[in-house]
């Protein structure tokens, strides 16, 4: 289970919830995109939350959701104490240290028609080609 200190139920909801489409409550404001989870509310609506959303919660443990490469991902120097990271894939991206957080497709074929290289190392869940001697390519493998 990678859930540390947040419940499986928040961790189901983290690893369901859409991000990036602007905020119901605060459409009129800048910095209105949904980027942030709040890892102690219970029964949002809205569970991705805004920057003005996150001001309202300041004594919460809040997440913030980044996009890389087309998916969404988390800063691991985030993460300590709340998610159990260890066995997961850590990507640089812009030297900066992250984990994807829901799977990645993974490409059969390639799509200039040559031969793939066998992977050495795979995600014993989706058998997505791993970097490193790691089981899992995202949060929600692990989970």
């Known amino acids: 289970m990678a859930a540390v200190g947040i419940g499986a139920d928040r961790m189901a909801t983290l690893l369901c919830s859409e991000f990036g489409h602007p905020c119901a409550v ?12 709040c890892l102690d509310c219970q029964g949002l609506n809205e569970e991705a939350i805004c920057f003005h959303c996150h ?11 980044r996009k890389a490469s087309l998916s969404e991902v988390l800063r ?7 998610i ?3 066995g997961i ?6 030297g900066i240290r992250v984990i994807h957080l829901i799977k990645r497709s993974c490409v059969a074929y390639s799509p200039l028609g040559l031969k793939r290289r066998p ?3 795979a995600c ?3 058998n997505r080609g791993l970097k490193d001697a ?3 390519c995202s949060v929600q493998c692990k989970v």
């Not at 300041?58 to 913030?64: A, F």
């Not at 691991?76 to 709340?82: E, W």
């Open 89 to 94: 894939q850590i990507y640089s991206i812009n």
């Open 76 to 82: 691991v120097v985030d993460l300590p104490g709340v």
């Open 26 to 37: 605060h459409y009129d404001l800048r910095k209105n995109m949904c980027v942030y989870f």
């Open 84 to 86: 159990d990271i260890t």
């Open 124 to 126: 014993v869940v989706c």
């Open 55 to 65: 001001v309202d919660n300041t004594s919460h443990r809040i997440l913030q959701v």
């Open 134 to 136: 790691v089981r899992f």
């Open 119 to 121: 992977q050495r190392f």
